[in-house]
């Protein structure tokens, strides 16, 4: 009999949690004073960031959603929004794989998430390149010990 991989089901079910939310804000805005902090990989193939914010941050990001951001899109594997870098507008596509954090501290919200494998960006790659290279193992930074620590936004 197959063993349940219960560590993929609730990454899974919290990932839902996300993309639920981001449609929310995308089919009605932000309501009171809600806001959100994403963090996401940006050294994943699959993540689509300027070259300049990838060079400026080449592991990780966080983003913030609250007043000033465009042309948010939902879709099943991940989102796309429009963010405002050095007064241009830049679109920033990231699916829901790559996302490390997400909070909403108006209500003291937050889940931390396993980033699955996928294809990374190697160090000496030009980000222009096709040229990708598959990690064996995640890195200390993405949380490879497989654990979802929720006690840091529990109330007291």
Same mark, same amino acid.
């Given at each position: 009999m197959p063993h349940f991989d219960y560590e993929a089901i609730v990454? &899974?079910?919290?990932? #839902?949690? /996300?993309?639920? $939310?981001? +449609?929310?804000?995308?089919? @009605?805005? !932000? $309501? #009171? %004073?809600?806001?959100?902090?994403? +963090?996401?990989?940006? @050294?994943?193939?699959? /993540?689509?960031?300027?070259?300049?914010?990838?060079? &400026?941050?080449?592991?990780?990001?966080?983003? /913030?959603?609250?007043?000033?951001f465009w042309d948010l899109k939902i879709t099943d594997v991940g989102f796309s929004v429009s963010l405002s870098f050095n007064d241009k507008h830049e679109v920033l596509i990231v699916p829901y794989t790559a996302i490390i954090s997400f909070l909403d501290p108006s209500v003291k919200f937050g889940l931390q998430f396993v980033p699955d494998e996928v294809p990374m960006l190697s160090d000496n790659t030009?980000? %222009? $390149?096709?040229? &990708?290279?598959? @990690?064996?193992?995640? %890195?200390?930074?993405? #949380? #490879?010990?497989?654990?979802?620590?929720?006690?840091? !936004?529990? &109330?007291?």
């Open positions: 990454q &899974k079910a919290l990932r #839902g949690a /996300v993309q639920e $939310s981001l +449609t929310e804000v995308q089919n @009605n805005g !932000f $309501s #009171g %004073s809600h806001h959100f902090y994403i +963090t996401f990989q940006t @050294n994943r193939a699959d /993540v689509q960031i300027p070259d300049f914010l990838r060079e &400026k941050h080449p592991e990780e990001i966080t983003i /913030v959603l609250q007043h000033q030009d980000m %222009s $390149s096709e040229g &990708k290279t598959i @990690n064996e193992k995640p %890195s200390a930074t993405t #949380g #490879g010990d497989n654990v979802v620590t929720m006690d840091t !936004f529990r &109330k007291k």
